[in-house]
């Protein structure tokens, strides 16, 4: 499944873990302020926002994510989920 996310100014993504359906979550960052800040056993990690630029993640590794402050304007991402089934193909 891939898609376009807009986050309105103002919305604050709050922490959580990816669904465990999914096997894999990529997102690329379009437009923007505010990056995704990780939780891991190394501690905290922020990926700034930057056009172009993203992340993949494997959900199995459960690290809690989300945004640290809200958005102050439209931020728009390009969002993949892909699952064990959509791989093997």
Known sequence: QVRVWRDAPGFMIPF????Q???????????GDIGTTW???YGRTTLPFHPNTGYITECSKRYPHGTLVPTTVDRYSLYATFNQKTLAI
């Open 39 to 41: 939780y891991t056993p």
């Open 16 to 19: 959580h873990e990816d669904d």
């Open 21 to 31: 359906q999914a096997t894999v979550h990529i997102q690329t960052y379009i437009y």
